[in-house]
């Protein structure tokens, strides 16, 4: 394991974010990022560690407008190439919402937030954006890591509206699908043990 992601993981909880927050910072599930904030210390003394999850870091890509902006022209296009009909595409807070805006932006479509609570095992949509009811949404993320903050939000959102694709940059879960619903990665990352 890389130990820069451990002394990283160690100043983002003395910096006093929680679990939830240090999984999207890092972009790794909820449940890595326990492990890590448990267990990084420990990690940092051993000689070798064992990988436990594949940590993400796009930033020379989020810090970046016009980067952002291509990278949504191509997420858009992918969605045009489904031929769907849809109404709104929802980002998914924290780093989901820069796409989808971008991604709203380049299909002339409405545009909503779903904010995740990971801590608490809950979220909802916001206020402030479009209401997502009766309508045909796209769901938009960064990260796809165990499909657990997805599966959550298209639970949800299949009660106020019909969530018809999730569009994602990178999926390191393998998934196909979460509660029926396509997973369509522009990036898909998987493991494979080497001896």
Request: aromatic share 4%; proline share 2%.
């Amino acid at each position: 394991m890389d130990k820069e992601l451990l002394k990283k993981v160690l100043e983002l909880k003395n910096s006093g974010l929680t679990i939830g927050e240090i999984a999207d910072e890092l972009n790794v599930s909820t449940d890595t990022a326990r492990y890590l904030v448990l267990n990084a210390e420990k990690l940092l003394e051993k000689e070798e560690c064992e990988n436990i999850d594949i940590y993400v870091d796009w930033k020379n890509i989020g810090c970046n407008g016009f980067r952002l902006k291509a990278l949504s022209q191509i997420m858009a296009d992918v969605i045009k190439s489904r031929n769907i009909d849809f109404d709104i595409i929802i980002g998914i807070s924290n780093s989901g919402v820069p796409l989808a805006t971008l991604i709203s932006t380049e299909l002339n479509k409405e545009f909503g937030i779903y904010i995740v609570k990971k801590d608490e095992k809950k979220g909802s949509l916001s206020k402030n954006f479009s209401s997502a009811n009766y309508k045909r949404a796209i769901i938009v993320d960064d990260v796809v890591t165990s499909g657990k903050t997805l599966k959550e939000c298209v639970k949800k959102l299949k009660d106020i509206c019909s969530p018809k694709l999730i569009v994602v940059l990178i999926d390191k879960s393998g998934l196909e699908e979460i509660e029926g619903i396509p997973l369509v990665p522009l990036i898909r990352v998987g493991g494979i043990k080497v001896s």
